[in-house]
């Protein structure tokens, strides 16, 4: 089976992507060699609904790689850098700080054993900022394991704060007919991460 992959950065006609080494697919995938050929699907789904305005984006472990090309996307189109949140366990494990600061971001990091940044997880430092915000972002975008999302969904509806999720199931076909991909609708239908998302309105499903 394939394995879902998000797109990091877009350089001209290269596409780079950042995975972590958990099984037989993505050690595979390490051991493949310059000039060898891989078979890709994609893009896949629906992204990001571009808002201009004031925005953060909130990733934790692999999940914030996506939210770089989101980014650099927000940067070109408006002329905007937004907030960027790190969650991870330590520091030897934040991924991705360098590429949103040289997109011109500011970059504020949570470690779960505070070796580096704010000590605690990432939702936790999202909700100390909104809480001092003068005026709240127009939008949050999100990346990263289903408890972080899931918490920082109900601190987005308290903060009365729009939000964007991107999920991360495993999937199968990759276009919709296996069905293997689903989540709850909050309308009580099943909707597919590959093709009604990866990225559904934190109001459009049950976390």
């Not at 893009?43 to 914030?64: C, D, N, R, S």
């Not at 969650?87 to 991705?96: I, M, Q, S, T």
């Not at 940044?117 to 990432?122: C, K, N, Q």
Request: net charge positive.
């Amino acid at each position: 089976m394939r394995r879902p992959l998000s797109i990091h950065l877009v350089k001209g006609s290269h596409l780079e992507i950042i995975y972590k080494v958990v099984g037989r697919g993505t050690e595979k995938l390490a051991q493949v060699k310059v000039q060898e050929k891989i078979d890709v699907i994609g893009p896949l789904g629906h992204g990001y609904a571009l808002t201009a305005g004031k925005t953060i984006l909130v990733g934790g472990g692999t999940g914030i790689a996506s939210l770089a090309f989101l980014a650099a996307t927000l940067k070109n189109k408006y002329n905007q850098v937004p907030i960027v949140l790190i969650g991870a366990r330590n520091k030897d494990e934040l991924l991705c700080s360098e590429a949103f600061e040289k997109i011109g971001c500011t970059v504020k990091v949570a470690t779960d054993d505070g070796s580096q940044g704010f000590h605690g997880l990432v939702t936790e430092l999202f909700r100390e900022m909104a809480a001092i915000f003068s005026t709240h972002p127009n939008m949050v975008y999100a990346c990263g394991p289903l408890p972080m999302l899931r918490e920082l969904v109900r601190l987005c509806r308290h903060f009365r704060i729009p939000c964007e999720v991107s999920l991360e199931e495993h999937m199968g076909c990759g276009v919709g007919a296996c069905m293997g991909c689903v989540v709850k609708g909050t309308k009580g239908e099943y909707l597919r991460v590959c093709k009604d998302g990866p990225v559904f309105n934190a109001n459009e499903v049950v976390l």
